[in-house]
């Protein structure tokens, strides 16, 4: 079975989902949901070390389930946004692209395939409760990851990023 990984990658923590796939994400014709999720708690005193050791951690979850692609989301900078501004300002949005350089240094190692996921594309501005409300309401109600299973907000975003690689669309319309 090929496996694809969606990640929503953070400094504070880095979400994660796997799905069982046919080789091409957006083949798939019905919403299904991933296989398992979770989140990477990052260790360490310094920013260095935190990436350092969720990248073993991401490692170790790559090499287990032989994954063959990855859809990772880029950060965006939204004008006019309080939380964007702050971003720049306090350098989180470097060290998030700095991660993501490590993800990616990951992936080609490896011969996964990486693919880049703006956030514009998949979700826009949308609040993330919106977005948690959207992804229930599109996976079956029998799907394993109720939502009060799901360990942490970046895992629900990694199952929004995998879902819109897989061909469903977030409204812009609440």
Not at 120 to 140: F, H, M, N, S
Not at 151 to 166: E, M, R, T
Request: aromatic share 12%.
């Amino acid at each position: 079975m090929m496996v694809t990984m969606s990640v929503d990658p953070g400094v504070s923590g880095t979400g994660w989902a796997l799905w069982a796939n046919d080789g091409t994400m957006s083949d798939f014709t019905r919403i299904v949901p991933p296989i398992e999720c979770g989140v990477l708690n990052p260790k360490g005193y310094s920013f260095v070390h935190r990436a350092y050791n969720m990248s073993e951690q991401l490692s170790k979850l790559l090499d287990r389930h032989g994954v063959a692609d990855v859809y990772c989301e880029f950060p965006e900078f939204f004008s006019g946004s309080e939380r964007g501004h702050a971003a720049t300002t306090d350098g989180s949005v470097f060290k998030l692209s700095a991660f993501i350089g490590c993800i990616m240094q990951l992936c080609f190692d490896r011969g996964i395939l990486f693919h880049e996921v703006m956030v514009k594309d998949w979700k826009g501005q949308l609040p993330k409760e919106v977005i948690i409300k959207r992804i229930d309401a599109a996976l079956p109600p029998h799907w394993w990851g109720l939502p009060e299973k799901i360990p942490h907000s970046h895992a629900w975003d990694a199952i929004g990023i995998g879902l819109y690689a897989k061909g469903f669309r977030f409204s812009s319309s609440s």
